[in-house]
Nanobody, 125 residues
Framework: VQLQAFGGGLVQPGGSLRLSCAVSGFTLHYYGIGWFRQAPGKEREGVSCINTNDENTYYADSVKGRFTISRDNAKTTVYLQMNSLKPEDTAIYYC???????????????????WGHGTQVTVSS
């Protein structure tokens, strides 16, 4: 089981980045795939996720209208398109998979089972 996140970097405020997470090695169905982030001195927080049963997407209020989560047709890669980036978006971004679906509390990191290594996103002028 492996999750590999990449695509982070340094971007100016108002800029865009696209993160990718390659998913491999799963032999059982998983119900959620998502992105989380952790800024220095802060707790890890949910950013966005997909319910793989119905492909519904979910977003934290802080990123709604700016970030878009999607998957490729083969369901092996999940993307996070981040537009209109702000300095407060600076964090390490992680992708994760959940073997269950928890609905409205999807954003709680403890509910997620498998994590990839993070990728650093820095928004600064």
């Amino acid at each position: 089981v492996q999750l590999q996140a990449f695509g982070g970097g340094l971007v100016q405020p108002g800029g865009s980045l696209r993160l990718s997470c390659a998913v491999s090695g799963f032999t059982l169905h998983y119900y959620g795939i998502g992105w989380f982030r952790q800024a220095p001195g802060k707790e890890r927080e949910g950013v966005s996720c997909i319910n793989t049963n119905d492909e519904n997407t979910y977003y934290a209020d802080s990123v709604k209208g700016r970030f878009t989560i999607s998957r490729d047709n083969a369901k092996t890669t999940v993307y996070l398109q981040m537009n209109s980036l702000k300095p407060e978006d600076t964090a390490i971004y992680y992708c994760a998979v959940s073997r269950n679906w928890y609905g409205s509390v999807w954003f709680r990191p403890r509910l997620w089972d498998v994590w990839g290594h993070g990728t650093q996103v820095t928004v600064s002028s």
